[in-house]
């Protein structure tokens, strides 16, 4: 009885949620990384229509000057590992070699380049 009295109260006390509001599964507050700065992902389409404002010279709407440029690092960085890519298959063993290395270079400063855009879009 005394339980039953208890847990009642306790659900009376607990926040309601106004009647519109959607209900997300436990442990869903946030998208992956991955999905974020994905290709078409929300991330992604937020830092090139800041990076085209700031290019149009609209700096009035442009929020965050720091966070186009970061994104402008990271877009470039993306776009030059995708052209190493192409030389780990040549035939020369030092390319492939040299290729190797640079790749685990880019993906180092895209990993820290995303944690940066990451900070800055908290802020």
Not at 10 to 20: D, M
Not at 23 to 42: I, K, V
Not at 45 to 51: G, N, V, Y
Not at 92 to 108: F, G, P, S, V
Request: net charge positive; proline share 7%.
């Amino acid at each position: 009885m005394r339980c039953r009295l208890l847990w009642s109260a306790a659900r009376g006390l607990w926040g309601r949620r106004a009647p519109g509001q959607a209900r997300r599964p436990f442990g869903c507050s946030r998208p992956p990384p991955e999905d974020l700065f994905a290709r078409g992902g929300p991330l992604r389409t937020f830092l090139q229509r800041q990076e085209r404002q700031a290019e149009s010279g609209t700096r009035s709407q442009v929020r965050c000057p720091e966070l186009v440029a970061v994104g402008k690092l990271l877009s470039e960085k993306e776009r030059e590992l995708r052209e190493i890519e192409p030389l780990l298959r040549d035939e020369n063993e030092d390319l492939r070699k040299l290729a190797e290395h640079e790749i685990t270079l880019c993906q180092k400063e895209i990993i820290q380049l995303k944690n940066q855009v990451s900070y800055l879009y908290k802020e």
